[in-house]
């Protein structure tokens, strides 16, 4: 059973910055991140594939940036010039003989 195991989650000023982690227990062709704020649709963020290609949501371009340590497993999400609408909870997708995701870690942006 593959596990994909986020954090880096908080309580952020707006323009501030948060660094989000996923590890997961299995290597997975491609990797990404969606977000989920109470009342919304789960809406995508951003994803790496194993070529290291990169695709982002609109409402996050320019200011968020998706990498990747495959000798970690791991997928990164960091995250500048943080809005009080991007808080929501963070779910970390992964993609091998089906999707996979995680549990999801809690960005907070408010002064």
């Known amino acids: 059973q593959v596990q994909l195991v986020e954090s880096g989650g908080g309580l952020v000023r707006p323009g501030g910055s948060l660094r989000l982690s996923c590890e997961s227990s299995?290597?997975?062709?491609?990797m990404g991140w969606y977000r989920q704020a109470p009342g919304q649709q789960r809406e995508f963020v951003a994803r790496?594939?194993?070529?290291?290609?990169?695709l982002y949501g609109d409402s996050v371009k320019d200011r968020f940036a998706i990498s990747r340590d495959y000798t970690k497993n791991t997928v990164y999400l960091q995250m500048n010039n943080l809005r009080p609408e991007d808080s929501a909870v963070y779910l970390c997708?992964?993609?091998?003989?089906?999707?996979?995701w995680g549990q999801g870690t809690q960005v907070t942006v408010s002064s």
């Open positions: 997708w992964g993609q091998g003989f089906r999707a996979y």
């Open positions: 299995w290597s997975l062709s491609t």
């Open positions: 790496v594939w194993s070529d290291n290609s990169t």
